[in-house]
T-cell receptor, first 112, second 115 residues
């Protein structure tokens, strides 16, 4: 049972445009959500997070939106840059436990 | 501040053998989690240790085991290796005590190939 789903395995966006990566979850107990970025042969790097008490969190070019009623979150990258090409993982956890559940990832490619 | 260190980076083993992977967390972090990443899959949670105790466990067979030492360093062991165990094994450390919203920091992983 996949509790965190990233239904788009890949996404191609032109440099300078907005990249939108989507994530759905099924467990209403999740109350903390994270996005990680991963380059080949490296471990995932933490990007941005959001608590369930918020619906938006912004950090530079990265913004995460949370829609609790739809159990959906998205990561917006504006403007997209070549260095953003990587695999992005959505993740979720309970605040009462530290186990983090990851989605299957979306490969983002930024084309010139 | 040093990051999460995993050793070795690469490993080739034969079917039926066993393997031990090591993870040194960020100083001060008491939680260490292990994940398996295979092509086309996300990060599959193996287990998590906190203060030398296994606190969470994923859906992996008993051939996968782990432990944590008093200095928070952790080891993961896989016995009777199978070809399907070939994967990138990632370790993550965090402050994560219950009730805390904190992120996990990952090491670079150990690439295990079973032949």
């Amino acid at each position: 049972d996949q509790q965190v789903k990233q239904n788009s395995p890949s996404l191609s966006v032109q440099e300078g445009r907005i990249s939108i990566l989507n994530c759905d979850y099924t467990n209403s107990m999740f109350d903390y959500f994270l996005w990680y970025k991963k380059y080949p042969a490296e471990g995932p790097t933490f990007l941005i997070s959001i608590s369930s008490i918020k619906d938006k969190n912004e950090d530079g070019r990265f913004t995460v939106f949370l829609n609790k009623s739809a159990k959906h979150l998205s990561l917006h990258i504006v403007p997209s840059q070549p260095g953003d090409s990587a695999v992005y993982f959505c993740a979720a956890r309970y605040s009462s436990a530290s186990k983090i559940i990851f989605g299957s990832g979306t490969r983002l490619s930024i084309r010139p | 501040k040093a990051g999460v260190t995993q050793t070795p980076r690469y490993l080739i083993k034969t079917r039926g053998q066993q393997v031990t992977l090591s993870c040194s967390p960020i100083s001060g972090h008491r939680s260490v989690s292990w994940y398996q990443q295979t092509p086309g899959q996300g990060l599959q949670f193996l287990f998590e240790y906190f203060s030398e105790t296994q606190r969470n466990k994923g859906n992996f067979p008993g051939r996968f085991s782990g432990r944590q030492f008093s200095n928070s360093r952790s080891e993961m062991n896989v016995s009777t290796l199978e070809l399907g165990d070939s994967a990138l094994y990632l370790c993550a450390s965090s402050l994560a005590d219950r009730g805390m919203n904190t992120e996990a920091f990952f090491g670079q992983g150990t690439r295990l190939t079973v032949v």
